[in-house]
Every structure is written in structure tokens, then in C-alpha cells.
């Protein structure tokens, strides 16, 4: 027997009887007005676009789990890391940074690498890249790098220009154009990526003890990455390559994993570090402060619907949980403000109702109300203040983090403590890469950097130059420039070489 289909019906249920003739003034007359059911059908049409994410906006998610695998509860009482084989519910977007939406997945570019915990204290997400730095250290910069990354106001084209004059102005940014210009800038699938907190957490403990925490997402399915020829052939032959590939590997049930490592100081080894912990532009190198692995992620569901649960997934920095609180990283302190403030903007006043955003292990049990596409009982009839005095939610004194020790005048500080920004570059360079990466690195860089102006081009080989003279020499070999001039340069003073280089 057949099954018995469902009647289509308008949004609030009156069944629809034509839908594909309008109403109109006989058959050939204009359209009739009262066609509500059009006009539902046109109205609904023209706002289903929601805003793009001005970065972040092209992504692939998929749900999973987060399973405990070592004991860290002398570090953190978060209750989701409290036992080994614990088990949480996650869901994950991965994503190219600087794109638009329509962009291909194999760009050189930064990926986001997102995950939302979905534990019994509430939704804890880590919001974090598939690079362990960041460009700049200063959120005062981000919103003028963004604009770099992005196109042209006048020619609404890609500028190399724009893209270089930036960067070569901002030599802290030297490590991540180091890493992005590598190979790594072109991972070859989402699964074969790793993910970074790149920011400093703190983590405290049920006696109130913290720690400096920065997470390592490292890819079971091994680390593989495209050179500029093979991404340039992909962004052609498939720009949606990164989205299928993990759709359909789950979709089969190879299921992708990645195992969390962290690392951990206490205030004291922070206090005497020879990095800046708080400087997302550096990382802590391993053999000074080895990782430990703490847990395993798998995605094994893909979504039912990629608008509903990829494209409105909405992630915070600053969704913490006990035992989990921020640090004073200046980028990351603006990042709480920032993601939340755009989440308002994009999906409205309560994208925390949304069900990939919702807390379904611990139901919110707030007062704030109402708001646009308010959809539950909006608090039902109880108080919408505190304090009262009716029974309702009230605060948990328990839930508060340590208290953090801050002092220093209040002012606009650059960074002063391990501020020297082309050692760990220049390490990378010459030590972390083999002889075919850095042939590799230096050909893309040559291939993109060739398309600024000159002057721009010798201002960003004399910081290559200060990271290390043989990084500086192949860049301004390829790009055909006068060897001495870059060597004058990189003698310089950030404000100097900017003079002499001035438009």
C-alpha cells in the first residue's frame, strides 16, 4: 500500500490547493494581491539569506562525541573532563577564514576549527584555527586585517597590495605568514588538519589552584596538505572539495578522529617563561613544556539540514564552564565580546534557542526574556527579576572561578615581555621545515608577494630577512630584488624601514 503523502500547507497550516499557479485577474491579468500564499511564498524567500559571517563564513560541520582518556582533575573540575571514558556530545565546524561563502575550499588560508561541547554544566566552546599563532596580538588591528584579507573598495577585486602593505607594516604577523605560506596553508582535507586553541585558558581545580592551559587537536588521519599547483587545480576542478570530503567519509562511516593534547604551566614556570604566554603571535615550544593527551574527538553524524545546523551554529569564546575561564590575552579578551556581538547580528537576540546552539545537557534557567523569534514559553509566568522571592533560579556561589590577581595602569600598552617577533619564524624556517618545505614556502610566497608593488615587496623580504638572511635571500631572489637593499632594510627599525618605504 502506498504511503498516505502529507498535504503541503501554508506556514500557519491552512492547506495549500495549486502551487504552482498565482492568482491573478483572469489567465492572462496581473497578479491578485490576496495571494497570500504567494505572498508568504515570495516574503519568506527574500529574507531566507541570513548575513554572512564576515569571517569564518564558508564551513562544513558534523556532530561527534569528546570521550576522556587520562585523568586531569588536579588541573580542571569541569565536570565533562571529571573521569576517564567520559563521553560529551559535540558538534564541529570547520571552515576557511578569509573567504566569502561562494569561495573555494583549497584558498591559502587560515581554517577554523571550531567545537561545541555540549556538557551537564552548560555548552563550553572552543573556537579556535588549524594554526597554533595568530597574525597580530592587538585586537585594536583586527577589524584593518580583516579589511586586508577581504577585496579592494574600489576594484572589488583580491589585492596583493592591501594584502602585503599590512602585513609588511606588522612584523609580529612574520610566524603565522610563515606557517600560512607553507603547505600547511592549503590542508588537503578538514580531516587532515590539526586544530589549536592558539589563545592561553585558564584551568582551576576544585581547591581553587589555576593553570595556563593552550589545546592541541591533532589529526588521527595523519597531517596532509596541497602544494600551490594542486590547490589551484582543485579550486577549479572541485572549490567544494573540503566539504564533500567529510561529508562523505561519515557518511560511510570512516569516522574522523583527533587526539587532545594539551599544555600546561602554573603561574610560577609562566611568571619566569622565556615567551609571553599571552602572545597569541608565539607558541610554547614543545621541549620546553611538553604536551599530555587528555582525550579523543570523533565526528560520526553529518547534519540533516547544513542551514539549520551548520550555517546558524554559533560559537563563543566565551561560553565557559567550571574549571574552565579565560585568560588576559588581549585578542581573546575581544573575542568574548566580539563573537556574541556578531551571533546578536546574524541570528537575533536569542540564537541560543537555535538547537545546534541550544544547551541540551543543562536547560537554561535564566531571566532574560522575550526578544525576537522568542519560540518557547519565554519563562512562562514566573519572575523576569532577581533578586525575588518566589523559589525561582538563583546564583550558585560555587560557580564563580579564582580570583586572578591583576594590577598596572590603566593606558594603551604594546607588548614589551619576549617581544622579539622573528626567532621562532626563523626557527621554523630553518629547523621545523625540511629543504623541500622551505623551497615550497618560498615559491608561494614569491607567487603571491609578486603581485605587490615594489617597494611593499622589499619591506616584507627584510622582515623574512630578520627571521632568517637564508628565508630573505630566496624570497628576494625570486622576486628578482636587489639583494642589498633588503639587507639595508632589515637593519632598520620597524619606523625606519616603514619611512623609507613609504608610498
Partial sequence: MAKKKNTMTTAFGAPVGDDLNSQTAGPRGPVLMQDMHLIEKLAHFDRERIPERVVHAKGAGAYGHF???????????????????????????????????????????????????????????????????????????????????????????KDPDMFWDFLSLTPESIHQVTVLFSDRGTPATYRHMNGYSSHTYKWYNAKGDYFWVQYHFKTDQGIRNMTRQEAGEMCGKDPDHATRDLYNAIEKGD?????????????EQARDFKWDILDITKVWPHSEVPPITVGKLVLNRNPENYFAEVEQAA?????????????????????????????LHRLGTNYHLIPVNRSKNAPEH??????????????????????????????????????????????????????????????????????????????????????????????????????????????????????????????????ERAAATAG
Fill in 255 to 267: 569516522f574522523p578522529s583527533w587526539t587532545l593534547e594539551v599544555q600546561i604551566l602554573t603561574p
Fill in 315 to 343: 560559537f563563543c569564546p566565551g561560553n565557559f564552564v567550571p574549571g574552565i575561564a579565560a585568560s588576559p590575552d588581549k585578542m581573546l579578551q575581544a573575542r568574548l565580546f566580539s563573537y556574541h556581538d556578531t551571533h
Fill in 67 to 157: 570521550e576522556v582518556t587520562a585523568d586531569v582533575t588536579r588541573y580542571t573540575k569541569a565536570a565533562f573532563l571529571s573521569k576517564i571514558g567520559k563521553k560529551t556530545d559535540v558538534f564541529v565546524r570547520f571552515s576557511t577564514v578569509g573567504g566569502e561563502k561562494g569561495s573555494a575550499d583549497a584558498e591559502r588560508d587560515p581554517r577554523g576549527f571550531a567545537i561545541k561541547f555540549y556538557t551537564e554544566e552548560g555548552n563550553y566552546d572552543m573556537a579556535g584555527n588549524n594554526t597554533p599563532v595568530f597574525f597580530i596580538r592587538d585586537p585594536l588591528k583586527f577589524p584593518d586585517f580583516i579589511h586586508t584579507q577581504k577585496r579592494n573598495p574600489a576594484t572589488n577585486c
Fill in 366 to 495: 535564566s531571566y532574560q526574556r522575550d526578544g525576537y523569534m522568542r519560540v518557547d514559553n519565554g519563562g512562562g509566568a514566573g519572575p523576569n527579576y532577581w533578586p525575588n522571592s518566589f523559589g525561582a533560579p538563583e546564583p550558585d556561589p560555587k560557580a564563580n572561578e579564582p580570583h586572578l590577581p591583576l594590577e598596572g595602569d590603566a593606558g594603551r600598552h604594546p607588548f614589551g615581555h619576549s617581544n622579539d617577533d622573528f626567532v621562532q619564524a626563523g626557527t621554523l624556517f630553518s629547523t621545523v621545515m625540511t629543504k623541500q618545505d622551505r623551497e615550497h614556502l618560498v615559491g608561494n610566497i614569491v607567487g603571491h608577494l609578486g603581485g605587490a608593488q615594489k617597494r611593499i615587496q622589499l619591506r616584507q623580504c627584510a622582515i623574512f630577512y630578520k627571521a632568517h638572511p637564508d628565508y630573505g635571500t630566496g624570497v628576494a631572489k625570486g622576486l628578482g630584488l636587489n639583494l642589498d637593499e633588503v639587507k639595508r632594510l632589515a637593519a632598520m627599525t620597524s619606523e
